[in-house]
């Protein structure tokens, strides 16, 4: 089994920054695309990055040039940094990682969520 823990969300004010932290732990041999979504209520969860295993980066139109995405294999864990922030940025943010375990397994693994509310 798969476990992802997002960490990071919060308040911030118009401008502001906040980094998003997802570690994921259990049974895991690799992770391949690794990816932050972001859902609003009433919208659908829509991609915000991701990053494949060799590295390759594709940011939403959005945010790019405002966030970076990273990842560090060696403990599973992806990052968010979230830089001039506006209020359209609120939303919840999911962590995903498609992770193949030690015995194989193909799975696509979430985490529960982080809340970012960006306002004054």
């Known amino acids: 089994q798969v476990h992802l823990v997002e960490s990071g969300g919060g308040l911030v004010q118009p401008g502001g920054s906040l980094r998003l932290s997802c570690v994921a732990s259990?049974?895991?041999?690799?992770?391949?695309?690794m990816a932050w979504y972001r859902q609003v209520p009433g919208k659908q969860r829509e991609l915000v990055a991701s990053?494949?295993?060799?590295?390759?980066?594709r940011y939403a139109d959005s945010v790019q040039g405002r966030f970076t995405l990273s990842r560090d294999d060696a403990k599973n864990a992806l990052y968010l940094q979230m830089n001039s922030l506006t209020p359209e940025d609120t939303a919840d943010y999911y962590c995903?990682?498609?992770?193949?375990?030690?015995?194989?397994?193909?799975?696509?693994?979430w985490g529960q969520g982080t809340q970012v509310t960006v306002s004054s």
């Open positions: 995903n990682q498609d992770v193949v375990t030690s015995i194989g397994v193909k799975y696509d693994a």
């Open positions: 259990g049974s895991i041999f690799t992770v391949e695309t």
């Open positions: 990053v494949t295993r060799r590295g390759t980066i």
